[in-house]
């Protein structure tokens, strides 16, 4: 099926002026990316433009824990593009994470999953368009800038439960003051857990009549994009972010898509497509991204795909790719 997935990103304004304020100018950063300086103007790039273009900054800033805390927290926010100003001007923290989660969808390539259980609220990252994680520096920042709406709009310092990251983030003790909690490197997944008290704590920066006139244009926004993407390109997105240790239903994906199973089913079968084939897609998609991961094994990539044993997903990998996982694995290496 053919993607309608704009591989287009919004560099904010507010990122050029926050390395600025760092010593770090724009066009060594565009040059040591390897792109054209027109980008800091323009500030529209694919994914992998963005990539470089962090990559870049934290090639310059030299360890990664640095760089995630200092733009963080140097980041004016006067300068926050429209969908974080509407997050930073929420009633309450709350609020302020799901107009985040929501609005996040229309700035690739990361998304942002959040679930609250007990005393927790685990934010998880995950990665549109691209099999690859983003840089380390990326990611941090992403989940830091989390943290920062938090502390700004509370006017409190908050501080989280546990960050986890996949990849190998510089100075932990660094990053461990600056989140105030533990943090753990080579995990499975990135993800923030807050405490989920904090989350009721109302919003010094609460603005309801700036909130009137945001939400209606970025709400109105996100419909039109969503619009142009199928039904099955939407829900093969929300198989790939609910996989993890089991198989998500037809009418669980109904609800998140605010319409009945049957409704879900007919629209599907107008694309010639099946709930059960964009299943089977999504685990081989999203197994082949996770073997290119030399630090995931083969038990781990069998839960993360969904599967309660490994013996399935050996089945299902020899009928996707006549081949094991093991020895798929090695011929990408060759």
């Known amino acids: 099926m053919k993607s309608h997935v704009t591989d287009r990103i919004k560099i904010p304004a507010g990122f050029w002026a926050g390395l600025d304020q760092l010593g770090i100018a724009a066009h060594v950063v565009a040059r040591k990316a390897q792109l ?19 990559q870049a900054y934290a090639d310059l800033i030299g360890d990664t824990a ?18 974080v100003l509407a997050t930073y001007h929420a009633r309450d923290y709350r609020d302020a994470l799901h107009r ?8 690739p390539p990361e998304s942002i999953r959040m679930t609250e259980q007990d005393e927790r609220c685990t934010i998880e990252l995950e990665w549109l368009q691209s099999v690859q994680p983003g840089p380390p520096l990326l990611v941090g920042i992403t989940l830091a800038c989390l943290m920062e709406i938090g502390r700004r709009g509370t006017g409190h310092p908050l501080t989280a439960q546990l960050v986890e990251f996949s990849q190998d983030m510089g100075d932990v003790q660094a990053l461990e003051q600056y989140f105030g909690c533990p943090v753990r490197v080579a995990a499975n997944t990135n ?80 694309e010639s497509t099946s709930f059960k084939h964009l ?23 069998a839960f993360l795909t969904g599967y ?5 997903f050996y089945r299902a990998f020899r009928i996707w790719e ?10 990408q290496e060759c």
């Open 100 to 107: 985040m989660a929501r609005y996040k969808q229309q700035c």
């Open 279 to 301: 299943l089977t897609q999504a685990r081989h998609e999203q197994a082949l991204a996770y073997l290119a991961d030399p630090k995931l094994d083969i038990k781990e990539v």
């Open 322 to 331: 006549d081949d094991t996982p093991s020895n798929w694995r090695v011929r």
């Open 191 to 270: 993800r923030l857990i807050l405490h989920r008290g904090d989350l009721d704590r109302p919003f010094l920066s609460y603005n309801e009549e700036l909130l009137e006139i945001l939400t209606p244009v970025l709400d109105q926004s996100l419909d039109e994009q969503q619009r142009t993407r199928s039904i099955g390109e939407r829900v093969k997105w929300i198989l790939k972010r609910s996989l993890t240790g089991g198989r998500p239903d037809v009418q669980t994906v109904a609800k998140e898509l605010n319409m009945s199973d049957r409704t879900l089913q007919r629209r599907l079968t107008e």
């Open 36 to 54: 054209p300086l027109t980008v800091i103007v323009d500030s529209v790039v694919n994914t992998a433009e963005y990539f470089a273009i962090w």
């Open 66 to 83: 640095e760089g995630i805390i200092k733009l963080a927290t140097i980041f004016e926010t006067s300068k926050y593009p429209p969908t």
């Open 308 to 312: 309660e044993d490994q013996n399935s």
